[in-house]
């Protein structure tokens, strides 16, 4: 088994309406419990927007703390699902059932050394 | 020397070195040590067989002494993970494995290099590489590309499939239209750039096309079920048919209303029209047997062009893109004369392509508006990158207008 980092790639500005938003996640509800069910489920979130992001960068012996996000772009990370699953076939179909549900791009990326 | 000599192992290798690393990817679980393995074996075969001379199975042979050479690297090697590769190995007594097995292991690897999840350069260029048995400089050279960008490609391709594990596997029913759309796409776009190289001084790159229909074939011989497979395979045989014909002896483009039908390959017209006899029988018509079977009425000359321009409205049924829009256009021109063609052309937009500028030329030229049609000569010939087809369309353009003599 391997794991696969599925993350959802949100474009900036003010999220949907609430009649709008109110359908999606009702569907990435039931592709999570999909997940769940079928034993692939590791972990999953939902993230804050950007702007609450704070940045650590090392800085000699001192780190210094400065308000994130680290990179602005036109889209960022709005949640991630990790999934155990066989192979890159399984994860791209949790990936794609991730997608509809969403209506966001879905990056799907192997966890390096099995997650361990 | 007496025996066989490398022009032996050369041609064994051509015809298996795909079956091989197919065979060696699924024993060893890794296509980097499968390629070594192979490799290998045929470099043992190299020093052998001029003396020995070549074996009964020479792709058997390759085969074992592959999986021998994999036992032994993994023995010398001998860290755990490979100590675990030799275990498998020996539980696998591997006696020549049979044809059906082969079969599975060739689909499994050609399914593999045209994932959709690499990028499409470099599943052409792995196909090429792991099914085809080309080098890495002969890939290189048949796109145009710098060896290095091609090894890289091949490099990261392998790297992806190992590290976020693309299964080598067939895909199940469900996804196999769409995963057998990729592999066609794959073949046929190998032969569209061999069939008309989009730069260089020759129009025709003979090696590509001759690779694109050996794999054509092959995946014929692999799923003889699959209507599209074959319709794949009808059309590159017709197109190949005309290869000799499309080019004249000083180089330039010869159209297909202009060609020599004596230099036509009948055998392959005859194959191309018996598939494309087949598929129409199966019933379950795709854009791959649309495209033949309006191939197959051009080699029966002269077409029925209301055959063709019914064939084409299918196709962009099928598959609506301008491309289609102007074949169909210069169809509907024989039906219903240039200036009908020339309405829908002027309807359509495919910026950047020599194609639409040619045949608004070629139209405009039919209707005796001369100066338009050499402004559209000079459009193409601004955008053909191709030396045979520019050298038609400046002669056309000379035609239109002796005066300004060829052009760009």
Redesign the interface.
Same mark, same amino acid.
């Given at each position: 088994m391997a794991q696969y980092l599925l993350s959802i790639q949100q474009p900036a500005g003010d999220p949907p309406a609430p009649e709008v938003l109110g359908p999606i996640m009702r569907d990435v509800t039931r592709v999570d419990d999909e997940i769940r069910a079928a034993g692939a489920w590791v972990f999953a979130a939902a993230l804050f927007p950007p702007a609450t992001a704070t940045v650590l960068r090392p800085a000699g012996d001192d780190v210094l703390v400065t308000d994130g996000p680290y990179a602005e772009g036109k889209e960022h990370v709005g949640g991630f699902t990790v999934v155990d699953v066989p192979d890159l076939d399984a994860a791209l179909e949790w990936g794609r059932r991730l997608a509809r549900a969403t209506t966001l791009p879905v990056e799907v990326r192997p966890v390096a050394g099995n997650g361990v | 020397m007496t025996g066989p000599g490398p022009a032996a192992v050369e041609a064994v290798f051509r015809s298996s070195y795909g079956r091989a690393v197919a065979v060696l990817t699924r024993l060893l679980g890794d296509i980097d040590a499968a390629e070594e393995a192979v490799q290998d074996a045929f470099a043992t075969a190299l020093q052998r067989w001029p003396a020995e001379g070549v074996p009964p199975s020479p792709a058997g042979w390759i085969v074992a002494t592959a999986r021998n050479r994999a036992i032994d690297r993994v023995r010398r090697e001998s860290t755990r993970d490979t100590r675990h590769r030799a275990a498998l190995l020996l539980q696998d007594p591997g006696p020549p494995p049979e044809e059906g097995a082969v079969r599975d292991d060739r689909l499994r690897l050609l399914f593999t290099c045209c994932?959709p *999840?690499l990028a499409p350069a470099a599943r052409v260029a792995l196909t090429l590489r792991l099914v085809g048995g080309l080098t890495t400089a002969e890939i290189a050279h048949a796109f145009l590309v710098p060896e290095a960008t091609t090894a890289q490609r091949i490099v990261r391709a392998k790297a992806k499939i190992r =590290? *976020? $594990?693309? %299964?080598y $596997?067939v %895909?199940r029913e469900a =996804?196999l239209p769409d995963r057998l759309g990729g592999v066609l796409a794959v073949v046929y776009l190998v032969y569209t750039e061999g069939h008309t190289a989009s730069s260089g001084d020759r129009l025709v790159r003979t090696d590509l096309c001759a690779e694109a229909v050996r794999l054509a074939r092959e995946l014929a011989e692999l799923m003889p079920d699959e209507p599209e497979v074959l319709g794949l395979l009808a059309l590159l045989l017709l197109g190949e048919s005309r290869r000799a014909a499309r080019v004249s002896p000083s180089g330039e483009l010869v159209p297909l209303a202009g060609q020599d039908r004596r230099l036509w390959d009948a055998d392959l017209v005859a194959e191309g029209q018996d598939l494309v006899r087949r598929c129409l029988r199966r019933d379950a018509p795709g854009p791959y047997q649309v495209q033949a079977a309006i191939q197959a009425v051009h080699s029966d000359p002269p077409p029925d062009w209301r055959q063709v321009v019914a064939l084409y409205d299918h196709l962009l049924a099928l598959t609506p893109s301008p491309v289609v829009a102007l074949n169909r256009a210069v169809a509907v021109a024989e039906v219903s004369g240039p200036a009908a063609g020339l309405a829908l052309v002027d309807a359509l937009d495919l910026p950047r392509s020599h194609l639409l500028p040619a045949v608004r030329a070629d139209l405009l030229r039919r209707l005796g508006r001369r100066a338009e049609a050499a402004a559209a000569y000079d459009r193409a010939l601004a955008l053909a990158g191709n030396a045979a087809e520019r050298a038609f369309l400046a002669r056309r353009r000379a035609e239109v207008s002796p005066s300004d003599g060829a052009g760009a």
């Amino acid at each position: 088994m391997a794991q696969y980092l599925l993350s959802i790639q949100q474009p900036a500005g003010d999220p949907p309406a609430p009649e709008v938003l109110g359908p999606i996640m009702r569907d990435v509800t039931r592709v999570d419990d999909e997940i769940r069910a079928a034993g692939a489920w590791v972990f999953a979130a939902a993230l804050f927007p950007p702007a609450t992001a704070t940045v650590l960068r090392p800085a000699g012996d001192d780190v210094l703390v400065t308000d994130g996000p680290y990179a602005e772009g036109k889209e960022h990370v709005g949640g991630f699902t990790v999934v155990d699953v066989p192979d890159l076939d399984a994860a791209l179909e949790w990936g794609r059932r991730l997608a509809r549900a969403t209506t966001l791009p879905v990056e799907v990326r192997p966890v390096a050394g099995n997650g361990v | 020397m007496t025996g066989p000599g490398p022009a032996a192992v050369e041609a064994v290798f051509r015809s298996s070195y795909g079956r091989a690393v197919a065979v060696l990817t699924r024993l060893l679980g890794d296509i980097d040590a499968a390629e070594e393995a192979v490799q290998d074996a045929f470099a043992t075969a190299l020093q052998r067989w001029p003396a020995e001379g070549v074996p009964p199975s020479p792709a058997g042979w390759i085969v074992a002494t592959a999986r021998n050479r994999a036992i032994d690297r993994v023995r010398r090697e001998s860290t755990r993970d490979t100590r675990h590769r030799a275990a498998l190995l020996l539980q696998d007594p591997g006696p020549p494995p049979e044809e059906g097995a082969v079969r599975d292991d060739r689909l499994r690897l050609l399914f593999t290099c045209c994932h959709p *999840a690499l990028a499409p350069a470099a599943r052409v260029a792995l196909t090429l590489r792991l099914v085809g048995g080309l080098t890495t400089a002969e890939i290189a050279h048949a796109f145009l590309v710098p060896e290095a960008t091609t090894a890289q490609r091949i490099v990261r391709a392998k790297a992806k499939i190992r =590290d *976020a $594990r693309i %299964p080598y $596997r067939v %895909p199940r029913e469900a =996804d196999l239209p769409d995963r057998l759309g990729g592999v066609l796409a794959v073949v046929y776009l190998v032969y569209t750039e061999g069939h008309t190289a989009s730069s260089g001084d020759r129009l025709v790159r003979t090696d590509l096309c001759a690779e694109a229909v050996r794999l054509a074939r092959e995946l014929a011989e692999l799923m003889p079920d699959e209507p599209e497979v074959l319709g794949l395979l009808a059309l590159l045989l017709l197109g190949e048919s005309r290869r000799a014909a499309r080019v004249s002896p000083s180089g330039e483009l010869v159209p297909l209303a202009g060609q020599d039908r004596r230099l036509w390959d009948a055998d392959l017209v005859a194959e191309g029209q018996d598939l494309v006899r087949r598929c129409l029988r199966r019933d379950a018509p795709g854009p791959y047997q649309v495209q033949a079977a309006i191939q197959a009425v051009h080699s029966d000359p002269p077409p029925d062009w209301r055959q063709v321009v019914a064939l084409y409205d299918h196709l962009l049924a099928l598959t609506p893109s301008p491309v289609v829009a102007l074949n169909r256009a210069v169809a509907v021109a024989e039906v219903s004369g240039p200036a009908a063609g020339l309405a829908l052309v002027d309807a359509l937009d495919l910026p950047r392509s020599h194609l639409l500028p040619a045949v608004r030329a070629d139209l405009l030229r039919r209707l005796g508006r001369r100066a338009e049609a050499a402004a559209a000569y000079d459009r193409a010939l601004a955008l053909a990158g191709n030396a045979a087809e520019r050298a038609f369309l400046a002669r056309r353009r000379a035609e239109v207008s002796p005066s300004d003599g060829a052009g760009a």
